[in-house]
């Protein structure tokens, strides 16, 4: 689980690199740039949310530990 939501994040991460590349900063709601936006908010948003789960997987551990 943790080889995958770290594959998951690294690709996350190079989706909003490559995102970055497609904004137009003199027209950002239009066309490619709304498109890379919203692209590059999904990606956070999917890096937050596998920062959730591996962080409840870690407190899952230490409570089997107790």
Known sequence: MKILTLILSITALALIIFNTTKLDFDALLQGESFTA??????????????????ISKKIEKLEKKR
């Open 37 to 54: 936006i919203l692209t590059i908010g999904a990606s956070l948003c999917a890096i937050t949310l596998l920062q959730i789960l591996r």
